[in-house]
Every structure is written in structure tokens, then in C-alpha cells.
């Protein structure tokens, strides 16, 4: 099993950047992907971005691509979102997720588990 802590939210006004962290333990880290995933008030869990085992690949929601950026370190054992251009709309709890498929490159809230507990995004416009 793998635990996940992710860190870094808070409050920034639109135009604005935050960098999130989400640091893992309990399994091996560079044998899985990851993904981040952000859920707003009132509406459902959405995928943000995703990255493989190894970082040479990554992969984004259309809504964020070109603004954010997924990247990891497995001698640290993290994986990091850089969020640029901040908009209200990204306004969020945003949660790191372990892939539970061996489907590639995984969107699907299903698809992933052993979830952190959040960490909140406020983008003031």
C-alpha cells in the first residue's frame, strides 16, 4: 500500500503560480505512475494531469495543458504540479492518485486510488 501527503496549496490571484508537491511512501515509487486530480465545490472529481513510471511521458486535461506541469522525482519519491496562469476556475482541492490499472495513461477517477488528503488551491480574480 501507498501513502500520499500533498502540499503546497493556498491562495493566489489569477495570473498568479503555485507549485504542489505530493510525496509517497510504503511502495516502490518508480514502478507506478501518477496523477493529479482536483475536485471543486459542488462538482465531481476531474483528472489534471498525469505522468509514467518513468517521467518520459506526460499527459493533461485540456483545460490545463500549457498552463500546468507534471513532473517526479523518484530519488525523492514526489511528483510535482507547477501551475502557471492561474485562473478561478482552477480553484480546487487537488489530490495525487496511484494508478489501480494497467490501463496506459489512465483519465478515469476509477481507475486510480490510495488518495491523499487534498491539498486546497484559491485562485482570487
Known amino acids: 500500500q501507498v501513502q500520499l501527503v500533498e502540499s503546497g496549496g493556498g491562495l493566489v490571484q489569477a495570473g498568479g503560480s503555485l507549485r504542489l508537491s505530493c510525496a509517497a511512501s510504503g511502495r516502490t515509487f518508480a514502478s507506478y505512475g501518477m496523477g493529479w486530480f482536483r475536485q471543486a465545490p459542488g462538482k465531481e472529481r476531474e483528472f489534471v494531469a498525469g505522468i509514467i513510471w518513468s517521467g518520459g511521458r506526460t499527459y493533461y486535461a485540456d483545460s490545463v495543458a500549457g498552463r500546468f506541469t507534471i513532473s517526479r522525482d523518484n530519488a525523492k519519491n514526489t511528483v510535482d504540479l507547477q501551475m502557471n496562469s492561474l485562473k478561478s476556475e482552477d480553484t480546487a482541492v487537488y489530490y495525487c492518485?496511484?494508478?489501480?490499472?494497467?490501463?496506459?495513461?489512465?483519465?478515469?477517477?476509477?481507475?486510480?486510488?490510495?488518495w491523499g488528503q487534498g491539498t486546497q488551491v484559491t485562485v482570487s480574480s
Open positions: 492518485a496511484v494508478p489501480t490499472t494497467v490501463r496506459p495513461m489512465s483519465r478515469r477517477v476509477t481507475d486510480f486510488g490510495s
